[in-house]
Protein backbone atom coordinates (compact mmCIF):
# COMPACT_ATOMS: atom_id res chain seq x y z
CA UNK A 1 0.00 0.00 0.00
CA UNK A 2 1.28 3.37 -0.75
CA UNK A 3 0.97 7.48 0.45
CA UNK A 4 -1.42 9.38 -0.69
CA UNK A 5 -0.34 13.21 -0.64
CA UNK A 6 -3.03 15.88 -0.60
CA UNK A 7 -1.25 18.95 -1.29
CA UNK A 8 -4.14 20.96 -2.46
CA UNK A 9 -5.14 23.36 0.26
CA UNK A 10 -8.32 23.88 1.94
CA UNK A 11 -10.32 21.15 1.17
CA UNK A 12 -12.80 19.05 3.06
CA UNK A 13 -12.72 15.40 2.97
CA UNK A 14 -15.51 13.33 3.96
CA UNK A 15 -15.92 9.54 3.81
CA UNK A 16 -18.15 7.47 2.12
CA UNK A 17 -18.62 3.39 2.78
CA UNK A 18 -14.87 2.82 2.37
CA UNK A 19 -13.77 5.70 0.20
CA UNK A 20 -12.82 9.24 0.85
CA UNK A 21 -14.35 12.24 -1.26
CA UNK A 22 -11.97 15.31 -1.60
CA UNK A 23 -13.74 18.47 -1.61
CA UNK A 24 -13.35 22.14 -2.59
CA UNK A 25 -15.40 24.68 -2.81
CA UNK A 26 -18.02 21.92 -3.17
CA UNK A 27 -16.79 20.54 -6.18
CA UNK A 28 -15.29 17.04 -6.06
CA UNK A 29 -11.75 16.98 -7.19
CA UNK A 30 -10.95 13.23 -5.86
CA UNK A 31 -12.27 9.91 -4.85
CA UNK A 32 -10.23 7.31 -3.08
CA UNK A 33 -10.20 3.83 -1.71
CA UNK A 34 -8.93 3.97 2.18
CA UNK A 35 -7.54 0.37 1.61
CA UNK A 36 -5.41 1.22 -1.08
CA UNK A 37 -2.94 3.41 1.14
CA UNK A 38 -1.27 3.13 4.34
CA UNK A 39 -0.55 6.94 4.97
CA UNK A 40 -1.96 9.82 3.95
CA UNK A 41 -0.06 13.26 3.93
CA UNK A 42 -1.93 16.24 4.41
CA UNK A 43 -0.70 20.03 3.47
CA UNK A 44 -1.83 22.86 4.50
CA UNK A 45 -5.11 23.82 5.96
CA UNK A 46 -7.43 20.88 4.95
CA UNK A 47 -10.17 19.39 6.96
CA UNK A 48 -11.30 15.81 7.42
CA UNK A 49 -14.72 14.78 9.28
CA UNK A 50 -14.82 12.75 12.15
CA UNK A 51 -16.39 9.77 9.75
CA UNK A 52 -13.71 9.52 7.92
CA UNK A 53 -10.78 10.12 10.71
CA UNK A 54 -12.59 6.98 12.05
CA UNK A 55 -12.51 4.77 9.23
CA UNK A 56 -8.66 6.17 8.74
CA UNK A 57 -8.11 4.58 12.48
CA UNK A 58 -10.31 1.55 11.52
CA UNK A 59 -8.00 0.68 8.71
CA UNK A 60 -4.96 1.64 10.14
CA UNK A 61 -4.04 4.07 8.17
CA UNK A 62 -1.57 6.97 9.82
CA UNK A 63 -2.73 10.80 8.94
CA UNK A 64 0.26 13.23 8.72
CA UNK A 65 -0.36 16.93 8.93
CA UNK A 66 2.55 19.50 7.10
CA UNK A 67 2.53 23.25 7.27
CA UNK A 68 4.68 24.49 4.68
CA UNK A 69 7.86 22.01 4.47
CA UNK A 70 7.50 21.25 8.19
CA UNK A 71 5.41 18.22 9.52
CA UNK A 72 3.14 19.51 12.62
CA UNK A 73 1.37 16.56 13.66
CA UNK A 74 -0.01 13.08 13.11
CA UNK A 75 -3.22 10.78 13.75
CA UNK A 76 -2.65 7.80 14.12
CA UNK A 77 -5.45 5.16 15.63
CA UNK A 78 -5.25 1.68 17.90
CA UNK A 79 -1.36 1.28 18.97
CA UNK A 80 0.83 -1.26 18.80
CA UNK A 81 0.08 -3.09 21.89
CA UNK A 82 3.45 -5.13 22.63
CA UNK A 83 4.15 -3.51 26.12
CA UNK A 84 7.08 -6.30 26.48
CA UNK A 85 8.84 -4.94 23.26
CA UNK A 86 7.82 -1.01 24.64
CA UNK A 87 10.11 -2.30 28.06
CA UNK A 88 12.74 -3.43 26.53
CA UNK A 89 13.33 -0.23 24.45
CA UNK A 90 12.84 1.86 28.11
CA UNK A 91 15.49 -0.66 29.33
CA UNK A 92 18.30 -0.15 26.58
CA UNK A 93 17.39 3.38 26.41
CA UNK A 94 18.38 3.61 30.35
CA UNK A 95 21.59 1.65 30.19
CA UNK A 96 24.05 3.37 28.64
CA UNK A 97 26.23 0.10 27.33
CA UNK A 98 23.13 -0.88 25.38
CA UNK A 99 22.75 2.53 24.07
CA UNK A 100 26.02 3.89 23.14
CA UNK A 101 25.86 -0.33 21.13
CA UNK A 102 22.75 0.40 19.19
CA UNK A 103 23.77 4.36 18.77
CA UNK A 104 27.60 3.17 17.25
CA UNK A 105 25.00 0.92 14.69
CA UNK A 106 23.26 4.23 13.34
CA UNK A 107 26.32 6.33 13.11
CA UNK A 108 28.42 3.69 11.26
CA UNK A 109 25.64 3.12 9.19
CA UNK A 110 25.18 7.12 8.10
CA UNK A 111 29.05 7.29 7.65
CA UNK A 112 29.37 4.27 5.17
CA UNK A 113 26.09 5.48 3.39
CA UNK A 114 26.74 8.92 3.05
CA UNK A 115 30.89 7.82 2.01
CA UNK A 116 29.55 5.14 -0.55
CA UNK A 117 27.23 7.90 -2.40
CA UNK A 118 29.91 10.30 -2.30
CA UNK A 119 32.41 8.06 -3.86
CA UNK A 120 29.12 7.17 -6.61
CA UNK A 121 29.22 11.34 -7.50
CA UNK A 122 32.84 10.87 -7.64
CA UNK A 123 32.98 8.55 -10.38
CA UNK A 124 30.21 10.01 -12.44
CA UNK A 125 31.62 13.63 -12.75
CA UNK A 126 35.08 13.04 -12.07
CA UNK A 127 34.77 15.44 -8.82
CA UNK A 128 37.88 14.96 -6.29
CA UNK A 129 35.93 14.11 -3.16
CA UNK A 130 39.02 11.98 -2.18
CA UNK A 131 39.72 13.95 0.69
CA UNK A 132 36.20 13.71 2.68
CA UNK A 133 35.82 10.20 1.39
CA UNK A 134 38.86 9.57 3.58
CA UNK A 135 37.96 11.20 6.63
CA UNK A 136 34.79 10.06 6.50
CA UNK A 137 36.43 6.44 6.66
CA UNK A 138 38.93 7.23 9.58
CA UNK A 139 35.24 8.98 11.65
CA UNK A 140 34.18 5.27 11.25
CA UNK A 141 37.20 4.04 12.56
CA UNK A 142 36.72 6.42 15.71
CA UNK A 143 33.28 5.25 15.80
CA UNK A 144 34.63 1.45 16.80
CA UNK A 145 36.52 3.11 19.66
CA UNK A 146 34.54 5.72 21.13
CA UNK A 147 33.48 5.29 24.45
CA UNK A 148 30.75 6.99 25.54
CA UNK A 149 27.73 8.68 23.62
CA UNK A 150 29.11 12.19 23.76
CA UNK A 151 32.05 10.83 22.04
CA UNK A 152 30.58 9.40 19.01
CA UNK A 153 27.87 12.02 18.37
CA UNK A 154 31.06 14.32 18.39
CA UNK A 155 32.63 12.23 15.84
CA UNK A 156 29.31 12.01 13.78
CA UNK A 157 29.03 15.74 14.08
CA UNK A 158 32.12 16.68 12.66
CA UNK A 159 31.98 14.21 10.19
CA UNK A 160 28.69 15.90 9.16
CA UNK A 161 30.23 19.15 8.93
CA UNK A 162 33.28 18.03 6.94
CA UNK A 163 30.26 16.26 4.24
CA UNK A 164 28.35 19.55 3.91
CA UNK A 165 31.29 21.78 3.45
CA UNK A 166 31.60 19.76 0.15
CA UNK A 167 27.86 19.71 -0.52
CA UNK A 168 27.72 22.67 -2.97
CA UNK A 169 30.44 21.27 -5.25
CA UNK A 170 27.63 18.58 -5.76
CA UNK A 171 24.97 20.89 -7.11
CA UNK A 172 25.52 21.96 -10.64
CA UNK A 173 23.28 24.29 -11.74
CA UNK A 174 23.62 27.69 -11.53
CA UNK A 175 21.03 30.35 -8.80
CA UNK A 176 21.48 27.77 -6.00
CA UNK A 177 23.77 28.72 -3.51
CA UNK A 178 24.01 26.70 0.10
CA UNK A 179 26.22 28.08 2.84
CA UNK A 180 26.08 24.96 4.91
CA UNK A 181 23.06 23.40 7.28
CA UNK A 182 20.84 25.89 8.42
CA UNK A 183 17.40 24.41 9.54
CA UNK A 184 14.51 26.48 11.29
CA UNK A 185 14.26 28.62 9.13
CA UNK A 186 16.14 27.39 6.03
CA UNK A 187 18.25 29.89 4.84
CA UNK A 188 18.59 29.28 1.29
CA UNK A 189 16.54 27.02 -1.35
CA UNK A 190 18.71 23.69 -0.89
CA UNK A 191 18.33 23.82 2.67
CA UNK A 192 14.46 24.30 1.99
CA UNK A 193 14.35 21.00 -0.04
CA UNK A 194 16.99 18.86 2.55
CA UNK A 195 14.47 19.87 5.35
CA UNK A 196 11.46 19.44 3.53
CA UNK A 197 12.89 15.83 2.33
CA UNK A 198 14.32 14.83 5.92
CA UNK A 199 10.53 15.73 7.39
CA UNK A 200 8.72 13.28 4.88
CA UNK A 201 11.57 10.47 5.59
CA UNK A 202 10.96 11.35 9.30
CA UNK A 203 7.00 10.91 9.24
CA UNK A 204 7.60 7.33 7.34
CA UNK A 205 10.19 6.39 9.87
CA UNK A 206 8.13 6.93 12.60
CA UNK A 207 5.03 5.53 10.64
CA UNK A 208 7.20 1.98 10.54
CA UNK A 209 8.37 2.28 13.76
CA UNK A 210 4.94 2.56 14.99
CA UNK A 211 4.05 -0.38 13.17
CA UNK A 212 6.70 -2.43 14.86
CA UNK A 213 5.60 -1.64 18.27
CA UNK A 214 8.38 0.99 19.04
CA UNK A 215 8.12 4.39 20.68
CA UNK A 216 9.56 6.48 18.34
CA UNK A 217 10.11 9.03 21.40
CA UNK A 218 12.43 7.06 23.23
CA UNK A 219 16.06 6.60 20.99
CA UNK A 220 19.84 5.82 21.47
CA UNK A 221 22.13 8.21 19.58
CA UNK A 222 19.17 11.01 20.20
CA UNK A 223 18.21 11.08 23.88
CA UNK A 224 14.69 12.05 25.17
CA UNK A 225 13.48 15.62 24.63
CA UNK A 226 9.82 16.95 25.05
CA UNK A 227 8.01 16.59 21.71
CA UNK A 228 11.04 15.05 19.52
CA UNK A 229 10.37 11.87 18.08
CA UNK A 230 13.94 10.54 19.29
CA UNK A 231 14.26 7.45 17.52
CA UNK A 232 12.88 8.22 14.19
CA UNK A 233 15.72 10.85 14.46
CA UNK A 234 18.09 7.89 14.76
CA UNK A 235 16.67 5.71 12.53
CA UNK A 236 17.18 8.20 9.83
CA UNK A 237 20.52 8.30 10.13
CA UNK A 238 20.97 5.32 7.96
CA UNK A 239 18.63 6.71 4.92
CA UNK A 240 19.77 10.50 5.51
CA UNK A 241 22.01 10.90 2.31
CA UNK A 242 20.65 8.17 0.29
CA UNK A 243 17.04 8.95 0.29
CA UNK A 244 17.23 12.75 0.15
CA UNK A 245 20.21 14.61 -0.08
CA UNK A 246 20.89 12.72 -3.31
CA UNK A 247 17.66 13.45 -4.54
CA UNK A 248 17.34 17.25 -3.44
CA UNK A 249 21.45 17.23 -5.89
CA UNK A 250 19.10 15.27 -8.43
CA UNK A 251 15.92 17.71 -8.79
CA UNK A 252 18.41 20.42 -8.51
CA UNK A 253 20.70 19.54 -11.28
CA UNK A 254 18.35 17.57 -13.70
CA UNK A 255 16.30 21.00 -13.64
CA UNK A 256 13.15 19.44 -11.95
CA UNK A 257 13.16 22.22 -9.31
CA UNK A 258 14.41 25.55 -10.37
CA UNK A 259 15.12 28.82 -8.06
CA UNK A 260 11.90 30.19 -9.12
CA UNK A 261 9.94 27.36 -8.02
CA UNK A 262 10.15 28.82 -4.35
CA UNK A 263 8.62 31.63 -2.81
CA UNK A 264 9.59 33.75 0.27
CA UNK A 265 7.41 33.17 3.22
CA UNK A 266 8.63 35.15 6.63
CA UNK A 267 12.12 34.91 5.29
CA UNK A 268 11.96 31.65 4.68
CA UNK A 269 12.25 29.91 0.84
CA UNK A 270 9.81 27.83 0.60
CA UNK A 271 8.38 25.86 -2.57
CA UNK A 272 5.68 26.73 -4.92
CA UNK A 273 2.41 24.29 -5.25
CA UNK A 274 3.54 22.75 -8.41
CA UNK A 275 6.98 22.36 -7.39
CA UNK A 276 6.01 20.61 -4.24
CA UNK A 277 3.91 18.12 -6.05
CA UNK A 278 6.80 17.82 -8.35
CA UNK A 279 8.91 16.81 -5.21
CA UNK A 280 6.22 14.74 -3.54
CA UNK A 281 6.75 12.54 -6.71
CA UNK A 282 9.84 12.35 -6.80
CA UNK A 283 10.07 11.10 -3.01
CA UNK A 284 7.68 8.56 -3.68
CA UNK A 285 9.07 7.18 -7.05
CA UNK A 286 12.37 7.07 -4.65
CA UNK A 287 10.88 5.47 -1.82
CA UNK A 288 9.69 2.16 -4.22
CA UNK A 289 13.40 2.53 -5.64
CA UNK A 290 14.55 -1.61 -5.44
CA UNK A 291 17.50 -2.44 -3.97
CA UNK A 292 19.37 -5.50 -2.31
CA UNK A 293 19.06 -6.05 1.32
CA UNK A 294 22.56 -7.14 2.17
CA UNK A 295 21.48 -8.88 5.48
CA UNK A 296 17.97 -10.30 4.00
CA UNK A 297 19.26 -11.11 0.59
CA UNK A 298 16.42 -9.80 -1.47
CA UNK A 299 15.60 -7.28 -3.73
CA UNK A 300 12.94 -4.54 -1.69
CA UNK A 301 11.94 -0.94 -1.91
CA UNK A 302 12.67 1.49 0.31
CA UNK A 303 10.13 1.98 2.02
CA UNK A 304 10.04 -1.92 2.94
CA UNK A 305 13.65 -1.34 4.01
CA UNK A 306 12.27 0.91 6.50
CA UNK A 307 9.62 -1.29 7.57
CA UNK A 308 12.17 -3.91 8.13
CA UNK A 309 14.86 -2.25 9.98
CA UNK A 310 12.16 -1.14 12.79
CA UNK A 311 11.57 -4.59 12.98
CA UNK A 312 15.00 -6.02 12.91
CA UNK A 313 15.73 -3.54 15.57
CA UNK A 314 12.51 -4.73 17.92
CA UNK A 315 13.99 -8.52 17.69
CA UNK A 316 17.40 -7.45 18.72
CA UNK A 317 15.96 -5.50 22.05
CA UNK A 318 14.14 -8.46 22.61
CA UNK A 319 17.43 -10.40 22.74
CA UNK A 320 15.85 -12.17 19.66
CA UNK A 321 19.35 -11.74 17.48
CA UNK A 322 23.05 -11.03 18.76
CA UNK A 323 22.90 -7.61 17.48
CA UNK A 324 21.24 -4.52 15.63
CA UNK A 325 22.30 -4.77 11.93
CA UNK A 326 21.84 -1.38 10.11
CA UNK A 327 20.69 -1.33 6.57
CA UNK A 328 24.35 -0.43 4.02
CA UNK A 329 23.99 0.40 0.67
CA UNK A 330 26.34 -1.20 -2.02
Keep these: MGTFYLTEPYCFIRKES ?33 DALLLLAEKGVDVVYFSGNRMVGRFIGTENKNVRLRIAQIEAHLSEEKSLQIARHFVLAKLKNT ?13 DLESTVHYLKQSMEQCLKAENLEELRGIEGMAAKKYFEIF ?45 GLDPYIGFLHRERYGRESLALDLMEEFRSIL ?23 GEPRLKDHARKRYLQEFDQRRKDEVTHELLQRKMSYREIIHKQAILLGKFLKNETEDYYPFLVK
Design 115 to 127: RTSLQRFARRREL
Design 244 to 266: VDNLVVKLINQGVIKPNDFDDMH
Design 168 to 212: PGLIQKSGFSFQGRSRRPAKDAVNALLNYGYALLRAEITGSLFAA
Design 18 to 50: ERLKIYKERSLVKEIRVNDFSRIYIHDSSTLTT
